[in-house]
């Protein structure tokens, strides 16, 4: 019963202030342009010190992003909740009816002002990272101060910035800085040679960001796709525990944006996304995340008909080859890494 009494306490809650509607529209205007502000050219006259103003309002950006994800994939999962407690104790359905049903107006309420926050590009590009070739190291007097660590490094350097740029709902570029720190933690307290070494590494990015934008766009001959997506809860959401969330940034991030059904008894959501996206979203199905196709031919109103007949229960099919296997763990109470 407690499950269902959740959905009423949420129900009581005070909608968002003018304040506060006036800061989500800023915060989505912000990270628009990226995680963090341009870097400041010398014709600017600004000293980085004197941007405080200006990273601070970037850093309530993406605070309120953050806060819109846990409110939205909490929501979701009292809404799970409850139908396991209607399913259980069939008695309480009558009384659970009309509180899921306006349950589900804030959760969808709560979708979009996620989904506001976040840019459908940057989620169809970190798509395109796990299609781009390995890169091989070609050594050079710029990666001098790294030694015989040079190619470790490069191999290092590579691998996690195609795992954060794939799973994140972040521009490519605001993933440079994860290159930095493999590059700094492989020099130590050394210095010598480490400037030059930074600036090969980030001409590095900078092409490996061109390689996944052109993929992305040539992706984009293929037609779109319907997908059906069975929305995993939160696990451990105990009072006083942390709760993990078993999607990745990018996977809920994708969900949130490309939904245009959703199935709330039986937790499944249609999603009419890029064909790469919907590669991805195929390649990293589990257990936990069934994912169907659903041969809707363009049809929203087919594919609401598909999502409502589809029960999840099948094994996933095998992931396609070329996959990244590993999938980062999120804790929803971990803010976005910052500089």
């Not at 994939?73 to 509180?99: I, K």
């Not at 798509?127 to 990666?143: I, M």
């Not at 030059?196 to 040539?218: G, I, K, N, P």
């Not at 009419?272 to 109103?301: C, D, R, Y």
Request: charged share 25%.
């Amino acid at each position: 019963m407690a499950a269902i009494a959740t959905l009423g306490l949420w129900l009581d809650r005070e909608g968002d202030s003018l304040e506060d509607l006036d800061e989500e529209r800023d915060a989505a205007a912000t990270l628009a342009t990226g995680e963090f502000p341009p870097p400041s050219s010398d014709d600017d006259g600004v000293a980085e010190e004197d941007r405080t103003e200006e990273f601070a309002r970037y850093e309530r950006a993406r605070g309120i992003r953050t806060h819109r994800y846990e409110h939205w994939r909490r929501l979701h999962t009292y809404l799970v909740e409850s139908n396991e407690a209607v399913s259980e104790f069939p008695y309480l359905a009558p009384w659970a009816a009309d509180l899921q049903r306006q349950f589900l107006l804030v959760l969808e309420e709560q979708r979009r002002a996620f989904a506001s926050l976040l840019q459908p590009t940057s989620l169809h590009e970190a798509s395109a990272v796990r299609h781009l070739p390995k890169p091989e190291f070609a050594p050079g007097p710029s990666y001098a101060g790294l030694g015989t660590d040079a190619a470790r490094t490069f191999q290092r350097a590579w691998f996690e910035w195609s795992h954060s740029a794939t799973w994140s709902w972040s521009r490519l570029e605001d993933h440079d800085f994860t290159v930095s720190c493999v590059v700094r933690d492989a020099f130590g307290r050394r210095r010598k040679g480490l400037a030059e070494a930074l600036e090969s590494f980030s001409q590095l990015t900078a092409e490996w960001t061109v390689q996944a934008r052109v993929h992305a766009v040539r992706s984009m001959k293929s037609p779109w796709r319907h997908v059906g997506v069975k929305v995993p809860p939160l696990t451990h959401i105990r009072f006083g525990e942390r709760a993990q969330d078993p999607l990745t940034a990018w996977e809920a991030s994708v969900i949130a944006s490309y939904q245009i059904a959703f199935n709330p008894t039986a937790g499944t959501a249609a999603l009419l996304v890029p064909h790469v996206v919907a590669e991805q979203l195929t390649a990293t199905a589990s257990s936990s995340m069934p994912i169907q196709p659903l041969n809707a031919h363009g049809n929203a109103a087919t594919a609401e008909y598909l999502l409502a007949q589809w029960l999840p229960g099948d094994p996933p099919e095998h992931p396609a080859s070329g996959t990244m296997a590993s999938r980062p763990a999120r804790d929803v109470q971990t803010q976005h890494r910052q500089r």
